[in-house]
Structures are given as C-alpha cells and as structure tokens.
C-alpha cells in the first residue's frame, strides 16, 4: 500500500500514464469530429514533400486548383518532421499524432520543472495533473502545431531561466543554445506561442541577476525571434502574391478584434471556462486568483497578470477566430493550470486529491470523444482507391465539402472544394473546366442530399457520386 501511495504521488507516473492512454487509436486516420479539416491541411503538405517537393520553405496544398498549391502559412516544422519519418518508413498520415505527443509530453515534463524551480513540488504536482486534463489532452495526439508550439516554448523558457539563474554555472553556454533552438521552433511553429517569453520580465527586472547577463540574454532573445519575423511578416505574404493562393490566417487590426471580441463576450469566455479547464478546473483557477490575492502571493499575481496581458493581445489580434476556434487558448492554459493548481493546493491533501481527480476525469470525459472515428467519415477511406479506378492521379477534381478539405486529403488528388449551390451552377463548372478541371465528386454524407448534375456519372454508390467533365 505504501509503495502504491509512493507511486500515485509521483508525477513521472502520471506522464507515463499520459502517454500510454495517447497510444489508443494513435494510427487513427484524421477524421476525429472536431478540426479533422485543420489536421489534414498539416498531413497534405508532410505528403507533399514526400511525394513533390521537400523544399521547407515552399509548402503546398492540395486545394489551389490550377495552380502550384504552394502558400503562405504556419512554418511546417511539424509537416517536415513527418515528412522525414517518411522517408525512412514510408508516408503515414499517424506519424504527426506521434511526434506531437512525444513533444508535447515532453512539454508537460518541462512544465512541471519550471513549477518545481520556482514555486513548490506539491504545486508543480497539481497544475501539471491539471494541465495534463485540459484541452491540452486532446490537442497532445492531433496533428497540429497547437501543444507542438508550446511545448518547445515551455522547453525553451526552462532552459533560458537557468540561464539566467546561473544554474549549472559551467553549462551556461548550453542553456544558452538550448533556449534559442527552442525558441526558434516554438515562435516558427505558431508565432501566438511567443506570447509566453513575456515571463521573463520577471527576470530582467531582477536587480540580482547581472546586466551582462541580461545583455546577453535578450540580445539571444531578439536574433531568435527574427526566423519567426520574417517568416510570418515577410515569407508568408510572399508566397500568397507570388504562387496566388491564399490560406494562412494572419489576424486582423487591433481595433477590429476588440470590437469582435466586444460584441461576444459570452462565447469568448466560454474559451475559458468549457474549453480549457471545464468546470470544475476554472472553479479551482478562480479560487486559485482569489487566494493568491488573499495571500499576497506577489510571484504568482505577476505571473499571472503579465500572461494575462500578453494574450490579451492574442485574443483582440485572433477576433472572431478566437472564440470561433477552441485551439486558440491553448497557449494560455499552462497559466491557467497554474493558477489552478495553486487554488487547488489551498486545501487540505486529502481533499485537494479529490478535487484534482474531479478537474482530471471531468476533462478527460469531456474529451474522450477524441478517440474515436466516426464511421460516417470512414466512408471517405475508399475514396482514393475509387477514384483510382476512373480517373489518374494527376487529373484535377471538384468536391462538394463546402471549405472543408478533408476529402481532398482522402481523395489524393488536386482541385478545389466548393458548395452544392455553386456547384450546381453551370457557368462555375464551365470557369473551372476551362482551369482543368477533369472529375466532380459530390459527397452524399457531407451535404447530407445528393445533387443531380447533367454529366456522365462514372461511379455511383451509397457514399458518393462521381461525374466526368
């Protein structure tokens, strides 16, 4: 019993634990309910440099029609990374739910370090629990840059504080250049993770650390972000103007996204409380602020409101893309967790155990969805193989998935995605044959009502319909 009770409160456990439940269905293809379209957007280029062209500076999709496919949008740190996997065993779409949850493990662990270094281990051991059941346990297996992002932040933050600190006086160098490589992956990966390096004002602003020092580090600090930089404000938008394809979501004016968010108060909060946290875990969050007040817990009010600040800023950037997309919050919810976990550490142990299995199995219950595939969407898998028999690889397609491209994906081909109603206009048919366009598959699952088009049918089941143009 003893060595059991040894066992439960060893974090390290818990991870193990973490990791293991993310291996069920690991080799799942994208088609899970929420965002399947936003994974395959990754898998589509990891394939295309497979398949094209392994250029990371020229990433493509495969919904641009005519043209090369290649656009602006998130550095395809993740992408590569399956591309490479590829290369050694093969293409497989369930490579990028592996190396995001080895990274994102990995990100928990460093979380949990940097808790431990600056506060106490009961609360490292809460808010990692906590953080472990959020909306990062869903996100941890996707294949998304969203937790991969953040991680290598949480990895580079570890590592640019022992910098600071001086631990490891004789390693300093390493810490150094592991906080840069980190960085530089983290910001490339999704530039809105940066927002976390804010946590260092509480370091530059300590009168023990010499300024040399702090020299240094922020002169490290500002070369790293400059890949990120010109990545995102230079490289992106020159891709959509030169290859004429526009895809990556760069925000909006400051002024434009207050006024969205403004006007949905209600659904921007629920981000907070039903997203990240679930109920019981924003309960614990708020109890957490209170009790930090009570207590004047200076280091975690500062934490606490310079995080807050930063991501404000996110939040009125993002607009409606925040409350619209659930991933948004992800890169606040390791503040969350602990702000959480220090409410949560209030009580006594037994009853603060109690509450942490509620934050935990509340959030994993909420997500459990996760693990499984429709089999509504699973009857998309045949469609490579279907079109494979009427048409080539090469030939140019059309399908009725609204924006959604998914089925692109599944189909292995290059064309576009539209609506039934524009579809089932003769003119747009006619604009887009004039493109090359060679084959219509008109999804009778996704549409949820088939439509009649005035075209050879070369394949027709219960599934979907396909014309040649």
Not at 132 to 153: A, C, N, Q
Request: aromatic share 18%; proline share 3%; glycine share 6%.
């Amino acid at each position: 019993m003893k060595h059991l009770k040894i066992l439960l409160q060893n974090i390290y456990f818990w991870i193990f634990i973490f990791f293991i439940a993310h291996l069920i269905g690991i080799a799942d293809p994208p088609l899970e309910t929420v965002h399947n379209w936003r994974q395959t957007t990754v898998t589509m280029v990891a394939r295309n440099f497979y398949e094209i062209d392994n250029n990371i500076l020229y990433p493509r999709i495969d919904i641009a029609g005519e043209k090369t496919g290649i656009t602006g949008m998130e550095f395809p740190a993740l992408n590569y990374l399956i591309y490479l996997f590829s290369e050694v065993f093969g293409y497989e779409h369930w490579y990028g739910r592996l190396i995001n949850l080895i990274v994102s493990v990995f990100g928990i662990f460093f979380f949990y370090k940097l808790v431990q270094k600056y506060f106490t281990g009961k609360l490292a051991f809460a808010s990692t629990l906590i953080l472990m059941g959020s909306l990062w346990f869903e996100y941890s297996r996707k294949i998304m840059p969203d937790t991969f992002s953040v991680s290598f932040i949480m990895m580079g933050i570890y590592f640019g504080t022992n910098y600071l600190d001086k631990i490891i006086r004789s390693k300093s160098f390493v810490n150094i250049l592991l906080y840069a490589f980190f960085i530089i992956i983290g910001t490339l990966s999704k530039i809105t993770s940066g927002y976390l390096l804010v946590v260092f004002l509480l370091l530059l602003f300590n009168k023990n650390i010499p300024i040399g020092r702090k020299v240094i580090f922020s002169s490290v600090s500002l070369i790293s972000l400059l890949p990120a930089i010109i990545w995102y404000f230079y490289w992106v938008p020159y891709l959509t103007e030169t290859y004429e394809f526009w895809h990556f979501f760069m925000g909006k004016s400051f002024s434009e996204g207050f006024h969205e968010i403004a006007n949905n108060i209600p659904s921007t909060l629920n981000k907070f409380y039903e997203d990240a946290l679930k109920f019981i875990g924003f309960a614990a969050f708020i109890y957490g602020i209170i009790q930090s007040v009570i207590k004047k817990n200076k280091k975690l009010i500062l934490l606490f409101i310079i995080t807050f600040l930063g991501f404000l800023i996110i939040i009125f950037k993002s607009g409606f893309t925040f409350y619209h997309h659930s991933y948004y919050i992800i890169p606040f919810i390791p503040v969350m967790a602990l702000v959480a976990g220090y409410g949560v550490c209030q009580f006594k142990n037994k009853i603060a155990y109690i509450i942490l299995f509620a934050i935990c199995l509340e959030g994993v219950l909420n997500q459990q969805h996760d693990f499984r595939i429709s089999q509504e969407a699973l009857q998309i898998l045949n469609l490579e193989k279907d079109l494979d028999k009427v048409s080539r690889r090469e030939d140019l397609i059309l399908i009725n998935s609204g924006n959604y491209p998914t089925t692109m994906y599944f189909a292995h081909r290059k064309g576009w995605v539209d609506f039934n109603e524009n579809i089932a206009n003769p003119d747009f048919i006619i604009s887009l044959k004039d493109k090359g366009l060679k084959y219509i598959v008109i999804l009778k699952i996704y549409q949820g009502s088939n439509i009649d088009l005035d075209y050879p049918v070369v394949l027709n089941n219960e599934n979907y319909c396909i014309y040649k143009i």
